[in-house]
């Protein structure tokens, strides 16, 4: 339990600051902070945290990035992970380009779930907002579909003027390979800039727009894994479609249950709130794991009661430095 009585099992670890995107919401243009931190991380380090964590009650582990799949030895990471005591399951986060050749070699290692970004279906819109080529992502998303993952979700961060004309393409791709669709609001997490009232396009935007061509039929109580989204089902189609609204609903942070590990060994108890404590040195020094295990229960109190966006928040570090 944290200090407002929330149950906080679940740890996003991210392995690296490095991305072969350059998505608009997550990577500064000319951003290259690895270049600057040589510290990211061993995989004995991460390990030695899901170890303690594991110990402490933490169950549910996702790997990001940056962009995860970019990382040499994420296959052999994976595996070290999925056999410590304690832990029930592995997630991914990716963008999906490098997934076509690695769905089979991480599902083989335990990861079980995958939640790859799809902003667009229009492959000159994705490259516009990635940098990449959505055919590679869209092999990656069979790939791990074909290799028998439990749930493989597609995430589109909405951007009003860049990829609203997209949700109902994807809604229906998402429903033509039954897979879920969570839109999400955007969130000043690479600069101040990212977020204005001109290209901010709310979960009630996009639930207008899904109106438009189907009927949206809520799902109560659905849950898929271990995030925020609120499902709603599209009556004719069958697309089952989550909605993650961090910027407008009420009481979003109430049943909150994640910390993230950053590449460079950070622990934030809050991706909306700067605080951070540092654990790198913690692993690089202290013989035992009863300090590492003292750092992650000063950072479970320390998790404030709600992020702080709609404040004057200004992101001192880049989402891609933060972790996905």
Same mark, same amino acid.
């Given at each position: 339990m944290d200090s407002f009585g929330r149950t906080v099992d679940y740890l996003r670890i991210s392995v690296t600051d490095r991305c072969n995107e350059r998505c608009l919401y997550c990577m500064p243009e000319g951003y290259k902070g690895w270049k600057n931190t040589p510290d990211h991380l061993t995989s004995e380090q991460i390990v030695r945290v899901v170890r303690v964590a594991a110990g402490l009650g933490f169950r549910k582990f996702r790997l990001t990035g940056g962009e995860p799949l970019v990382r040499r030895d994420i296959v052999e990471l994976a595996l070290a992970l999925t056999t410590i005591p304690g832990v029930e399951r592995i997630g991914l986060s990716t963008n999906g380009t490098r997934l076509a050749a690695l769905a089979a070699p991480l599902f083989e290692a335990g990861v079980r779930t995958a939640n790859v970004s799809l902003d667009a279906l229009d492959a000159a819109l994705y490259r516009r907002i990635t940098g990449g080529d959505v055919a590679q992502a869209l092999a990656g998303i069979?790939?791990?579909?074909? =290799? +028998?993952?439990?749930?493989?979700?597609?995430?589109?961060?909405?951007? @009003?003027?860049?990829?609203? &004309?997209? /949700?109902?393409?994807?809604?229906?791709?998402?429903?033509?390979?039954?897979?879920?669709?969570?839109?999400?609001?955007?969130?000043?997490?690479?600069?101040?800039?990212?977020?204005?009232?001109?290209?901010?396009?709310?979960?009630?935007?996009?639930?207008?727009?899904?109106?438009?061509?189907?009927?949206?039929?809520?799902? =109560? +109580?659905?849950?898929?894994?271990?995030?925020?989204?609120?499902?709603? @089902?599209?009556?004719?189609? &069958?697309? /089952?479609?989550?909605?993650?609204?961090?910027?407008?609903?009420?009481?979003?942070?109430?049943?909150?249950?994640?910390?993230?590990?950053?590449a460079d060994g950070k622990i934030r108890p809050c991706l909306g709130d700067h605080g951070e404590l540092d654990l790198r040195a913690t692993l690089r020094h202290a013989p035992t794991d009863d300090a590492v295990r003292d750092v992650l229960k000063a950072a479970l109190r320390a998790k404030p009661k709600e992020h702080s966006f709609n404040g004057q928040y200004s992101p001192c570090r880049p989402m891609t430095a933060i972790g996905g």
């Open positions: 069979r790939a791990s579909v074909a =290799a +028998g993952y439990e749930r493989v979700k597609l995430n589109c961060v909405l951007m @009003r003027g860049v990829n609203e &004309g997209e /949700l109902w393409p994807l809604a229906r791709f998402a429903a033509e390979h039954d897979l879920p669709l969570r839109v999400i609001e955007l969130m000043p997490l690479s600069s101040s800039e990212v977020l204005t009232e001109a290209n901010f396009f709310s979960i009630a935007d996009a639930k207008r727009v899904f109106a438009t061509h189907d009927e949206l039929v809520a799902e =109560a +109580g659905h849950h898929l894994g271990w995030g925020p989204a609120k499902y709603f @089902r599209l009556r004719r189609t &069958g697309a /089952l479609v989550g909605f993650i609204g961090a910027m407008t609903t009420e009481h979003f942070c109430e049943t909150c249950n994640k910390m993230r590990l950053t």
